[in-house]
């Protein structure tokens, strides 16, 4: 009986050990959304959308036309979201996907 009850006690003590060797929680966030086209112009042409964090550059994409959607895998925190038509605040989440609505033209 004292081996099997030595082999239960080293089973348990391994699962245990191994339950903290899951994924960490995530530290980053996805922030997604599509910039309009303003003007018939627009919607053919590059446009770049920017991401800034106090005041700093932290991701910039080119997107091919107005209408694109882009897509940044950013630390969680505040951000600022630049296109043509403006800034917009965002907040990122750790392991969530904010979606920035629409940009609309001026």
Known sequence: MPVSRAIVVGVVIIAVALSGC???SPTTGVLRGRVAACR???ARHPTTVTVYAHERLVATQRLPTAGTTFRFLLPAGRYLVKDATGLYPVIV???RTERV???FCN
């Open 22 to 24: 899951g994924a960490a």
């Open 93 to 95: 989440s750790r392991g």
């Open 40 to 42: 018939l112009y627009a």
């Open 101 to 103: 609505p629409e940009f």
